[in-house]
Structure formats: structure tokens, C-alpha cells
């Protein structure tokens, strides 16, 4: 039995549960949301201001794991709001290939919680020698990452000791919607809520009933449109790591090319809906999926929700920083769904915290 996640447990003990270091970092990241708000945004800002002087053109984003959704978060932040085309990097095409592409105008940013692994710092280093301007945006200021790029942003999340991802995955959004944010002369202040919703979100107990419901299926479909989609791959991924079940993540316009035929009462649909642009374009997915009987968990914004849905409303904010609490209940999910399925989360089989790839 893991201890309950409305429970906060010491990190540093001998005789940890199951699952304890998990549900530690996951409660931390109010504290953590606020540290990045307080400590951090000077440094974002003079980064930022020095960006706008550069004649940046293209972003090239890279990143592995985890961080990758953190990346395609920011990608759907550029293309929006700064209006530069942005794309998800190959780090392989540098590191495997050897490709020398001319990246002059180009911002390459690396996105990684632990800043080590080799692929990501060689290709930023390949990346600064073929003219992008370089910044690694980890938790880890002292790592290969960081040394390799020309600029670093600290997310401020603290040690993270469980091998599933969490409270650094909200930090890195935070930081990146920071960053973009002062980089368009916004002043930070939409994100002044977050902590304390980010507290409320935690404590939604929605999420438990549905983890209960959902704790023997083998299947897990997630989808989101928008900025919401990097939530959904998240989210997939965490019930992967540590409850090791099938989790697919599409967007939903591609659920309905064709992945749509294999929902069934067997394979449930976790459907994340923020108020905004992307909420209302996985409407005609919702109503899909009323009309297909499928057994549905709206995250989101409970106006979105059909009858039979089981909803887990979230506090509104702007839809450029949903993503920061849609992860929180899901994040509780997979911590909950492992628990009752005898797994231990802090320690996935096979995985390590830190995941080196050349």
C-alpha cells in the first residue's frame, strides 16, 4: 500500500513505501511552481531580452522522454505567440548521421531534466558550431547540457528522486511559457495563480474514483487538441512507466484517422479539454465518442463533458498554461493506478532515472 497522495511524506527514509518518492514530488510542485515564479524570472527576462535582439528566425527544440512533451509544448508557444515556425529537432541527424545543416537564425532549444544525456549535448554542440544560438533549459545547472549550450535556464524544481517525472515536467512548462512569454514583452503575471491552483488540482478526488474504475484495463487511449496534446503524450506515458499498461496518445484529430476503430468498452479514453481554442476543437471527438458508447474521463473543463463522462474539473486559467495543472490529476492517476496494480512507481522495471542515449 503506497501512502496517499493527500498525505505529505518525508522524502529521506530508510524505509520509504512503494510509490512514496512519487507521491512526494508530485504534492511539491505548488511549492516548486512558486519557487520558479519567484527566483526565476529574472534570469528568463534577460535571456528573453536578448533573444528579441538576436535575429531569430527558426526554433529548433530538442529533447527526450518526458521533456520531448515539454518541448512540443513550447513549439505550439512559439508558433502562437512569437509567430516564428518552430519544429522538434532530430538530435540523431547530428549525433548518428553527422548532418552539418547551416543553422544560422536558428534558436536550438534543449529541453532535459537532467541535462546528461550524450545525444543532446553533442547535437547542441553541434548545433552552436553550425551558428544557432543555444540555450538548454534543465534541472541542472552544473550538467554536460548546460556547459554545452550558450545560454541556461534553471527550472528550480529540486532534486527529483523518483524515476517517473514530475514535478520537473510542470517546472519545464513553466519556465518555457516564461520564457516565450517575456521574449513577446509579456510581463509573467497569468502566472501568478498557478501555485495555488496547482494546489487545488491536486486535491480534486475525482481523479481516485476514476483510477479505482480504470485499475485492471490493460488499454488507455488519451487525446487532446492544441496545447493539450502534449498533456495526453504526457499522461501517456506516465501510465506506461509505472503501471506498465498500453497507453496510446493521439491528437484528436488523428483519433479519428483511423485509431478510432479500436475503442471499445475495454479501452477507455482519457479526453483532456482546456477552455479555449483547443477545447472546443476535440468537441466533434467528444461527441464521437458519446456516439461510440466508449467509457470517457474528461480532464478539463467540465462544461466540455457528455452525460456518461467522468469528469475532473480543473480551475480556469489561459489555455497557454492549462497544461501545467491537466498533468497534476494524471499525474495522480498513474501514481494511484500502479499502486493498486502492485507496482512500484518510484522504481519502474528497466528504467533508470537517467537515460543515456548517443
Known amino acids: 500500500m503506497t501512502t496517499p497522495l493527500n498525505t505529505p511524506t518525508p522524502l529521506a527514509s530508510a524505509t520509504e513505501l512503494p510509490g512514496s518518492l512519487m507521491a512526494a514530488e508530485i504534492l511539491e510542485q505548488p511549492e516548486a511552481l512558486a519557487r520558479q515564479l519567484d527566483q526565476g524570472q529574472a534570469a528568463i527576462r534577460r535571456l528573453a531580452a536578448e533573444l528579441r535582439d538576436s535575429d531569430i528566425r527558426y526554433v529548433l527544440l530538442a529533447a527526450r522522454g518526458t521533456s ?153 487511449i488519451t487525446t487532446g487538441r492544441g496545447f493539450s496534446y502534449p498533456t495526453a503524450r504526457e499522461a501517456a506515458l506516465k501510465l506506461m512507466e509505472t503501471s506498465y499498461l498500453a497507453a496510446h496518445a493521439f491528437s484528436g484529430a488523428d483519433l479519428l484517422h483511423g485509431p478510432f476503430a479500436m475503442i471499445d468498452e475495454d479501452r477507455p479514453v482519457i479526453a483532456i479539454a482546456s477552455q479555449g481554442a483547443g477545447g472546443r476543437a476535440l468537441q466533434p471527438v467528444l461527441e464521437r465518442l458519446a456516439e461510440r458508447g466508449a467509457d470517457v474521463c474528461l480532464v478539463g473543463d467540465p462544461a466540455s463533458a457528455r452525460p456518461l463522462n467522468h469528469a475532473v474539473p480543473l480551475p480556469q486559467v489561459p489555455e497557454q498554461l492549462a497544461p501545467i495543472l491537466e498533468i497534476l490529476p494524471l499525474q495522480r492517476l498513474a501514481h494511484a493506478m500502479a499502486a493498486a496494480r502492485h507496482r512500484d512507481p518510484d522504481a519502474p522495471r528497466g528504467l533508470r532515472k537517467i537515460t543515456e542515449t548517443w
Request: aromatic fraction near 6%.
Open 68 to 220: 520531448d512533451h515539454a518541448a512540443l509544448y513550447a513549439k505550439y508557444l512559439i508558433e502562437t505567440v512569437l509567430g516564428l515556425p518552430a519544429g522538434l529537432a532530430s538530435p540523431s541527424s547530428l549525433t548518428v548521421y553527422g548532418a552539418e545543416p547551416r543553422m544560422n537564425g536558428v534558436l536550438w532549444l534543449a529541453v532535459s531534466q537532467s541535462g546528461g544525456s550524450p545525444d543532446l549535448v553533442d547535437s547542441t554542440a553541434a548545433a552552436a558550431r553550425a551558428g544557432a544560438v543555444t540555450v538548454a533549459v534543465t534541472n541542472a545547472p552544473s550538467s554536460p547540457l548546460a556547459a554545452a549550450a550558450r545560454h541556461h535556464v534553471d527550472i528550480l524544481a529540486g532534486p527529483e528522486r523518483a524515476v517517473a517525472a514530475t514535478k520537473s515536467y510542470t517546472s519545464q512548462l513553466l519556465a518555457l511559457w516564461l520564457l516565450i512569454d517575456a521574449w513577446a514583452c509579456g510581463d509573467g503575471t497569468d502566472a501568478s495563480v498557478l501555485p495555488r491552483h496547482a494546489a487545488d488540482a491536486l486535491a480534486r478526488p475525482e481523479i481516485l474514483e476514476v483510477a479505482n474504475r480504470y485499475r485492471f484495463v490493460n488499454h488507455i
